[in-house]
């Protein structure tokens, strides 16, 4: 590296200040000599240059000779060499000992081999490299966050915790979730119990027995078969009662029989959108007192715990279109069937559906994280001792009953890139119905006032859209 343009310009100074009029020596006791021109001379760490000079020199020297070490090879050759990172100022004087120049040395990291990897391992990428001081400025926009890692990585191979990271990744950085949950349950119970009764007036009027052999029958329904009365007291949805005299005795026998079946579906589609990186949260719900009581007062206190639909979900856009997912969520119901009473207070339990994961899937993409299938089986069968064994008779004195659950569950994730758009291009539940005037309401009953279909954008096309007739699921 040659410094001829600033050596030229400070022997031009040099000549002037030879030519002007010597000042006062009573005038200033100290002056600063300035002659020539400062010039910058980058010198990369731990490597040599050497620069030449247009006018000889007979004397330099290195400010901090830490930073960077000089020595002549001839009378107008320097030897530079990088030491540690920081600026110095290299000092040349000619035979006279007047000042030739001053050259400010400025250490460096050496980039150059970073840069080289830096465009093999990300070719394409718009990265630039500077240094500053003993560290390294990594500047530009990368195509994906994945990358933007790999180029801090590899910097701080070069300069350990000296990474200045002013990059920013391009492209689209928001997602949208798309969550669904499928629920199908379905449920058959079947029962058949008998129960007989005797009574009547023989043996003194001292018989009357009822037995059964379910805990739950009610005696009082057995006894009112006496004589062929039905009862009333039953909750099964079926029964069956006939008596007969013989005698002085008097026989009923009640046959209780049920069969239910029952089928619930559950199905919810919560969606969020968040930016790469950031948390997002969602509750489509509410919130459930819950008394409890506080260890150190020992006072009853109230939490709320919350119940619905929620959904936390942190996205990243790896690379391009594809997304990493660190998903909690969950459906929640009050179930008071199973709660518990303390102290006259009621509280009830929760129904809840939840699943927590990690997965990484492409824009559109989508992913079964969660699935549930539970089949519980329960059967009874149950006889008076003796008396159930006797063949044909014996089923008077039985009962049977049968209990089948079936559930299934899955939990369905998709993810997709989303940008922003105009506001009149999106469409509202409420944009295309318009409240009832009294007239309407009370003289011909409607509940609406008509629609106001938007007629430009996305929400034209939705407005266009005929609701009449027959909507909803359909199950077959």
Known sequence: MKIDRFLKVALAGLALALSAPAPFAAAETLRVVRSGTSSDLSVPMNRAIVVESDVPFAELSIANPAIADI??????????????PGLTTLTLLDASG???????????????????????ILPGEKIEVRTANDG?????????SAKLQRALELAARYAPDRVSNLMSVGGVQQVMLKVRFAEMRRSVSKSLQSSVAFGGNAFNNKLGVAGGTNSAIDNT????????????????????????????????????????????RTLAEPNLTALSGQEARFLAGGEYPVPTRDEDTGAIVVEFRPFGIEMNFIPTVVDGDQINLQLQTAVSSIDFTNGITLDGLTIASFNKREASTTVEMRDGESFAIAGLLQDDFRDLNGQVPWLGDVPILGALFRSAEFEREQSELVIIVTPHLVTPTRGEALALPTDRIRPPSEKDLFLHGRVQAGTRAPKEGAAAEVAKQDFTGSYGYVMD
């Open 71 to 84: 020595s002549s090879l001839s009378d107008r050759t320097i030897y530079v060499l990088g030491k540690s």
């Open 98 to 120: 007047r000042l030739i120049t001053n050259v400010d040395v400025r250490v460096a990291a050496d980039v150059s081999e970073f840069k080289e990897r830096l465009r093999q």
């Open 136 to 144: 390294i400025v990594l500047s530009g926009t990368v195509s994906s």
């Open 221 to 264: 329904a057995q006894i009112a078969t006496l004589g062929g009365a039905t009862p009333n007291g039953s909750t099964n949805n079926g029964a069956i009662a006939f008596g007969f005299n013989a005698g002085g005795v008097e026989v009923a026998v009640l046959l209780e029989a049920l069969e239910s079946k029952g089928v619930v």
